[in-house]
């Protein structure tokens, strides 16, 4: 199947909703926590697959802001999964010539999971493939307010008018700064929503849900499959079919 992906149309920018973790455990009788443990090489196959194929970024909602709000005992278990998966990941990403980054209010995170963060982040620096970009105590809502701080800032400074403000600019202003807005955002699970996530850089995104796949069973052909329907789909921006050049 990933023969018949059409390289000169791939999407730039993909986002994933790993959704399902803890019904996947469910369904056999375990704890949520074994759900999160098993999402680990799902991770690793969709990070491998856009490395494959040379998309640029890939964005994986790992911790919204939200779920702050879950029993401390899952997000205990989530934020030392975290350390451990990253640690041992850095030299799996390096021989993919990953780049890790996160967006996300990072100083929320445990001092252990925000210094392996930085390790990784640190370490594969230099990496000119696939940017793998982690949103940790993220939402859009956030993103949106943080960058409207800023900009104010700016006008408060006297460094920017209100008048210049534009889309370009606010952009710039995003946590995902210099990355292309998305093109194609996959959700597992099933649930037909965006729960809070990049809602701007979502605006003219591909949506693909995957409705018979919990998280943790995500593998390379998932993949191949939400980027084949995403070239099937016609992204007209607004405009006519007749105007779009083939
Ligand atoms: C996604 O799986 C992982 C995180 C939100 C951290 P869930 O934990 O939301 O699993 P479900 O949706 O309850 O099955
Ligand atoms: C979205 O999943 C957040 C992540 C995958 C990190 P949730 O499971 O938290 O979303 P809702 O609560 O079902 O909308
Ligand atoms: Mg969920």
Known sequence: MKELIDLSNLPQHIAVIMDGNGRWAKRQGAARVFGHR??????REATEGCAELGIKHLT??????????????????????LVHTIRAEIPTLTENNVRLTTIGDTTSLPRACRAELEEAIQLTEGNTGLNLILALSYSGKWDIVEATKKLA??????????????????N?????EGIANVDLMIRTGGDHRISNFMLWQLAYAELYVINDVFWPDFRKPHLWEAILTYQGRERRFGKISEQLVK
Do not use: H
């Open 60 to 81: 994986l909602y790992t911790f919204s802001t939200e779920n702050w709000g879950r029993p401390k005992f899952e997000i205990d278990a989530l934020m030392q999964l």
């Open 172 to 176: 710039q202003a995003l946590a995902t």
């Open 153 to 170: 800032q700016q006008v408060k400074n006297g460094t920017l008018t209100p008048d210049q403000i534009d889309e370009d600019l606010f």
């Open 38 to 43: 098993n999402a680990i090489k799902a991770v």
